[in-house]
């Protein structure tokens, strides 16, 4: 969840950072899925600076647009919308689960739920 502040930027990178891992460590499948939904360019910047060993700019070469694309980022509100677009479009999404304790997170969903 994003509040439109310095401390979104945090946010932003472990959203990348989880693109890049799944196009440079997790075989050619998602690199491949990628690809063909138009982001060929940043598929390919990110594998030449993982092969350069630059996990920084293999993370960088990730666009906001492709974070928007594969992930539900923003507002609580702007995050729901989202949801309701994709569920539309999908029989089952997965969420990336916040850290803590089962007790905190279900306290965090449930305070965002409301």
């Given at each position: 969840?994003?509040?439109?502040?310095e401390?979104d930027?945090?946010?932003?990178?472990?959203?990348?950072?989880?693109?890049?891992?799944?196009?440079?460590?997790?075989?050619?499948?998602y690199?491949?899925?990628?690809?063909?939904?138009?982001?060929?360019?940043?598929?390919?910047a990110?594998?030449?600076?993982?092969?350069?060993r630059?996990?920084?700019?293999?993370?960088?070469?990730?666009?906001?647009?492709?974070v928007?694309?594969?992930?539900?980022?923003?507002?609580?509100?702007e995050?729901?919308?989202?949801?309701?677009?994709?569920?539309?479009?999908?029989?089952?999404?997965?969420?990336?689960?916040?850290?803590?304790?089962?007790?905190e997170?279900g306290?965090?969903?449930?305070?965002?739920?409301?």
């Amino acid at each position: 969840m994003l509040f439109r502040s310095e401390a979104d930027a945090p946010k932003w990178h472990e959203a990348r950072r989880q693109i890049q891992y799944y196009i440079n460590r997790m075989g050619a499948v998602y690199a491949h899925m990628l690809e063909r939904n138009g982001y060929a360019d940043e598929v390919h910047a990110s594998q030449a600076a993982w092969a350069a060993r630059d996990a920084e700019a293999s993370i960088a070469a990730i666009s906001d647009d492709m974070v928007r694309a594969c992930q539900c980022i923003g507002s609580i509100d702007e995050v729901r919308e989202q949801l309701r677009e994709r569920a539309a479009l999908v029989d089952v999404q997965m969420l990336y689960m916040p850290p803590g304790t089962p007790a905190e997170v279900g306290r965090w969903f449930e305070s965002v739920m409301r």
